[in-house]
């Protein structure tokens, strides 16, 4: 495996070029040496006649597009390289010994000879101090590659991290580390990394894999930090936004709820938003979504739930558990008399807050935003979870702008967390 990139390799190869062509080339002053005195680069007639030979061939090699002729002449170039390299004495001679023989293994691919190129370079005295750190960074970059493969991960570390301090913008750099720190337990340090690669794959082609979102969430939930996880929700989704990955991050979402979270905002409110983006995908989740509506006081919402998921095809008609859920609902709505006496006879705060949610549950988001409106003017209400389902309520209406006016004023905790995810689906369609 090549683990540079050709583009890296071939930023390193123009490096040399300079000192070749001042030479002027090994084909010229083959009866003399080159003098010292005067910067004149220092080689001996037997060693220039070689390097020319074998530059010459890797250059033959370069251009040729038949396989035979390329590999005829890199075995051209290696023979005469050998012979060079014998005879390479001074650090002149040994600096485009080892430039040619980088140029060599990059085209054949032999990583370890390209290793051993490098290593010439970077400690050769003849190699220009401003190239030394393209030659350290691709040297380090490419040990920390091979470490990495070996799962040797504290190695890895060292080298890609070295790698990155001599310049290297490799975007395996922040991967091998990612995957390094990951397999050493420093999730924090991992997470770092992968949204460095994220930010600059996307800087480039507008887009990084799926894989690399779905590599950092975990780590992010086993960090414990639900914001940052809701946020990268938001980004993996926004990017990826098909049925699955709703599925898979509401699930994700739910599994972090905190102790003392809101019980019944973290089922009900997660449901919606997978009702909202058309993401439910099964019975069981239709079931449940309408078992916890009518648990909580929400058998309105509990009806219209089993009816959407029986006309899906997701509801089998005269499943038993939902027959159950449907008969306590039906009775609780019939017992509940008139929503607007309810909402006259509403004095405090909480109360409209409670009235607002059950005509939000019955499909008339417009009086629940009027009554959330006068619950917020009165106070005595968690603010957050008012304005959350405000937002619900508008999004419903497909009042996008307002919807996210209300998301945004969710300010803090769990609720803030689920308006995140909530704001993400205001721009993206529903799914089907």
Excluded: C
């Excluded at 600096?95 to 990583?111: G, I, M, P, Q, T």
């Excluded at 996880?229 to 990826?240: K, N, P, Q, V």
């Excluded at 609902?329 to 008139?338: D, K, L, M």
């Amino acid at each position: 495996m090549t683990f540079v990139s050709k583009l890296a390799m071939a930023a390193v190869l123009t490096l040399g070029t300079t000192g070749l062509v001042a030479t002027p080339a090994f084909a010229q002053k083959a009866d003399k040496k080159a003098k010292n005195e005067n910067g004149d680069i220092k080689v001996s007639p037997e060693f220039r006649k070689a390097a020319a030979a074998a530059e010459t061939a890797i250059a033959a090699a370069a251009a040729a597009t038949d396989a035979k002729i390329k590999a005829d002449n890199q075995a051209l170039a290696d023979t005469s390289l050998i012979a060079a390299e014998g005879i390479a004495k001074n650090d002149d001679e040994k600096y485009y010994a080892a430039f040619l023989r980088l140029r060599l293994e990059f085209a054949r691919k032999n990583d370890d000879a390209q290793l051993k190129a490098l290593n010439v370079l970077i400690n050769n005295p003849k190699t220009p101090p401003e190239n030394v750190k393209l030659y350290g960074a691709v040297f380090n970059y490419q040990m920390g590659a091979r470490a990495s493969q070996a799962k040797q991960h504290d190695e890895a570390i060292k080298y890609m991290l070295k790698a990155r301090e001599l310049g290297s913008t490799e975007i395996d750099v922040p991967i091998v580390l990612a995957n390094a720190y990951s397999a050493t337990g420093k999730n924090a340090e991992a997470i770092v990394e992968v949204d460095r690669a994220i930010t600059t794959a996307k800087a480039k082609s507008g887009k990084a894999p799926e894989a690399w979102y779905q590599f950092a969430i975990p780590r992010v939930n086993a960090v414990g930090d639900r914001a940052a996880m809701a946020s990268w929700l938001s980004r993996f989704i926004t990017d990826y936004p098909t049925l699955k990955n709703w599925q898979w991050g509401v699930q994700v979402f739910r599994s972090t709820a905190p102790a003392g979270a809101n019980v019944k905002s973290e089922r009900i409110d997660t449901y919606r938003l997978l009702r909202a983006t058309n993401a439910l995908p099964n019975r069981g989740e239709y079931a449940d979504y309408a078992f916890a509506a009518q648990q909580f006081g929400l058998p309105w919402e509990a009806l219209s739930v089993i009816a959407e998921g029986e006309k899906a095809g997701k509801l089998p008609k005269g499943d038993p558990d939902v027959a159950k859920t449907f008969k306590a609902s039906s009775a609780q709505v019939s017992g509940s008399g008139s929503l607007e006496a309810l909402a006259k006879a509403a004095k405090t705060g909480e109360d409209l807050s409670q009235t607002a949610d059950a005509f939000l549950a019955s499909g008339n988001q417009t009086r629940a935003i009027e009554l959330y409106d006068q619950a917020l003017a009165k106070g005595g209400v968690n603010a957050d979870e008012v304005n959350l389902h405000r937002g619900i309520a508008y999004q419903q209406l497909g009042q996008k702008d307002q919807a996210r006016t209300a998301f945004a004023a969710v300010k803090a905790g769990p609720l803030a967390n689920l308006a995140t995810l909530y704001t993400t689906s205001l721009d993206l369609p529903p799914l089907s």
